[in-house]
């Protein structure tokens, strides 16, 4: 939904501790929220007509920080 904050901490308000810890501690949780941080502003710059693109590009966007979301939450879950 155009306009909704995305960022991984409004995502995971509840474990924004171990966001930060992970981070630190877990190179590849590290590279992930990386990814999806990158993934995320890519699509506010599309949302925004910051940076014109078709539709079906938003969208794959989309799938990708939906698929970074998931796997950075069973990183949390763990």
Do not use: W
Not at 8 to 29: G, R, S, W
């Amino acid at each position: 939904m155009y306009g909704q904050n995305h960022d991984i901490y409004h995502e995971f308000p509840e474990h924004t501790e171990q966001i930060d810890k992970l981070k630190t501690a877990d190179l590849d949780f590290a590279r992930l929220v990386e990814n999806y941080t990158r993934i995320n502003r890519e699509v506010i710059r599309i949302e925004q007509c910051v940076e014109p693109r078709d539709h079906f590009y938003l969208e794959e966007l989309k799938k990708k920080r939906l698929v970074h979301k998931d796997r950075l939450y069973a990183f949390l879950r763990s």
